[in-house]
C-alpha cells in the first residue's frame, strides 16, 4: 500500500548543529508540504513543492531549507538549530490542489 | 490578515448529546478540509468539501459548506467516546486554489461516557 513515511519519529539535538528529517511518500504525488505544530500556533507551513526541483517558502520557512530532487522525497534541513525550532514537524502531500493532505506520522524534535 | 477561527476551541459533552463546530475564515477559498487528530498522532482527512453548499456525513459527522458566509460547520450527532479527538478545518491561503492550506487553531472535543 502506498503511504507517507518520516524519520526519525523522534529527535533531540543540540542548539546550532544542522538537522534534516526525512519524508518519503509512495503515492506519487506531485505536491508536497511540511508543517510544524506548537500550542497555541496550529499548524503553520514552513516549505512546500509541486513537483521536482520546484521549492517554495511558506510562513515560517526562515532557518529551514528544502530540495525536490525526486517524485518521491522532501527531505527538510534546519541549518543551525535553535531552540525556538523545537516543535512536532508533519509532512504532508497532495496529488492535485482539489486533493486534501495525506499526513505522515510526524517528528517529535527537540533542540536543547 | 488572513484567518481561519474554529469555535469552541474546547468542547467537553456527555454522550448521546448533539453540537456543533463552527469553522469562520477569511480567504476567498471556495473549499474547505476537515482533519482530525488524535493525541500523539497524525491528522487523518474526514472531509473534503469543494462547492458552496456541499454537505458531507460520515457516521455521526456531518459537514457542511457556505463560502458566501465563510463559513463551514462540523456537526456533531449522538456523540459517542470514540469521537474524542482534536478536529481541525482548513481552507486554501489563497484563491485560485493552490493547494497551500491554512489550518484553524483546532477543537478539542471530549465526550464523557
Known amino acids: 500500500d502506498a503511504e507517507i513515511t518520516q524519520s526519525p519519529r523522534h529527535k533531540i539535538t543540540e542548539t546550532g548543529r544542522q538537522v534534516t528529517l526525512a519524508c518519503h511518500q509512495t503515492?506519487?504525488?506531485?505536491?508536497m508540504f511540511w508543517y510544524r505544530q506548537d500550542l497555541g500556533h496550529g499548524l503553520r507551513l514552513i516549505h512546500y513543492s509541486y513537483g521536482v526541483q520546484d521549492t517554495n517558502k511558506g510562513e515560517v520557512s526562515d532557518g529551514y531549507s528544502v530540495s525536490r530532487s525526486n517524485t518521491e522525497d522532501l527531505p527538510l534541513t534546519l541549518e543551525s538549530a535553535a531552540s525556538s525550532q523545537t516543535s512536532v514537524y508533519f509532512c504532508?502531500?497532495?496529488?492535485?490542489?482539489?486533493?486534501?493532505?495525506?499526513f505522515g506520522s510526524g517528528t517529535r524534535l527537540t533542540v536543547v | 490578515e488572513l484567518k481561519v477561527e474554529q469555535n469552541p476551541l474546547f468542547l467537553s459533552m456527555q454522550e448521546g448529546k448533539n453540537y456543533t463546530i463552527y469553522c469562520n475564515y477569511s480567504?476567498?477559498?471556495?473549499?474547505l478540509y476537515w482533519y482530525r487528530q488524535d493525541p500523539g498522532k497524525s491528522l487523518e482527512s474526514l472531509f473534503v468539501?469543494?462547492?458552496?453548499?456541499a454537505v458531507k456525513q460520515e457516521g455521526r459527522l456531518m459537514a457542511s459548506l457556505d463560502t458566501k458566509a465563510r463559513l463551514s460547520t462540523l456537526h456533531i450527532t449522538a456523540a459517542v467516546h470514540d469521537l474524542s479527538a482534536t478536529y481541525f478545518c482548513a481552507v486554501d491561503i489563497e484563491s485560485g486554489n493552490t493547494g497551500k492550506l491554512i489550518f484553524g487553531q483546532g477543537t478539542t472535543l471530549q465526550v464523557k461516557p
Open positions: 468539501l469543494l462547492s458552496n453548499g
Open positions: 480567504t476567498t477559498s471556495d473549499r
Open positions: 504532508a502531500s497532495s496529488p492535485t490542489v482539489n486533493y486534501g493532505y495525506t
Open positions: 503515492w506519487n504525488h506531485n505536491n
